[in-house]
């Protein structure tokens, strides 16, 4: 059997399906088919998987000319029909894993993709999940789904295991093609099997003894991120306080060339991964009878900060004698991060439904983001789908506040500062600029 699919990675005859064609499924797909293996994504949003045949991306990092040559050959091709499963060798799943409102993961989509694989699963195929998740995720919930209606056996008759997917949006350096992959198979033939056909990528493989290892790596460098960035978070607030401008100490601190990695303090975390995936952690350690509280803490600390803006807007626009109430605010960026288009758990959504809650009228601005939908939460319950506004003089000028919750760099802060009154800066996107308005940077001292 192991011969079997090997032998097909190393002639590059193997077929590939991937669930999930968002911002891990396509540049996934992409690399497969690069690589030379025949790839078909399977998607359940039909939009999508037309976009795709027609080769048009929907994802910043994938460009409609890298599709073209692999979708006019057909070795990139995308469907809604999971009977494409049958004829796949190696099957990739890289759904979504939202959580709950209240922070529990949501594993629905990892069951719907694992049970559309079940009654097409043949033996001597590969299944990969990729979809960030806590560890016993694939040994727990996809290999019963998939043992259980397809009467096959993971350890004899199919490979299984757990890859986590590292790419980060917008990265020009790091990408699918040179970023380390870690796998972890549920036996050393599968870890084998999955290793060799992600060595096919390009990039090089570590493998770790089982998926759980593979599951928990994945939420250690994202817990990590979490940490840290509530460490700074936290040092921030303080320097706030203390009358010390917190960017100049980062910087002085960055000049340590060991020993030492630079966070920047912010209006939160956003994103499908550092807001998500230490809640899985912190939800499965319980099971253990264990509280994971560096977890509980840096969520604490990164959830406050759009609290913390918000206070930072009242202090402005008291000090220019008004109140929040009626006041007109401009938010620029909705972006989870600067310079690409994804508003996924941004913590701009919280900082207009509090402004909102408190009677502000709320504006935004993001030349990534043309619409934006919030609300459907505690905080505002029905929906919204707000629209970018120009970044006109007038509109700058109309504002009681401006707060730069996004720093994208196609932005002109310069401009801003020109021609805004109040500029409430949450990410130090103004640092050494100028102009008229009245500027208050996060982590810098408030009363100067
Ligand atoms: N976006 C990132 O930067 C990133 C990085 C590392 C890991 N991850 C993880 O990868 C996983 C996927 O994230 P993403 O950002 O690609 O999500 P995404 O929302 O961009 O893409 C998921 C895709 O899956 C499709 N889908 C949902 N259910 C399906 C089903 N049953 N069958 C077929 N298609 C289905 C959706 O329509 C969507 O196109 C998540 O677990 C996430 O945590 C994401």
Redesign the pocket.
Known sequence: MSVSLSEKITHRTAHVAV???????LPLALACARAGFRTTG????AR?AEALNAARSYIEDVEDAELTSFVEQGTLRATTDYDVLREADIVFI????PYTVQRAPDLS?IV??TE?IAPRLRAGQLVVL????YPGTTVEVVQPILEEQSGLRAAEDFYLAFSP?????GNQQWSAYNTPKVVGGLTPEATAVAAAFLRQMGAPVHEVASPGAAELTKLLENTFRAVNIALVNEMALLAERMGIDFWEVLDAAKTKPFGFMPFRPGPGVG???IPIDPYYLLWKAREYDFYTRFIELAAETNEAMPYHVVDLIIEGLSRQGKPLAGAQVLVLGVAFKPDIGDPRNSPAERVIELLQLRGAEVRYHDPYVPRYRIGGDAFRPERDLLESVALTKEALAAADAVVIVTGHRAVDYADVLRHALLVIDSCNATAGQTGGASVIRLGAPVRS
């Open positions: 669930i999930g064609m968002g911002y891990v499924g399977v998607e359940v949003d999508k890289c759904v979504p894993t989509y719907q993709a559309g990729q979809s960030t998740t997917e590292r790419i980060d949006p994103g499908h991964c």
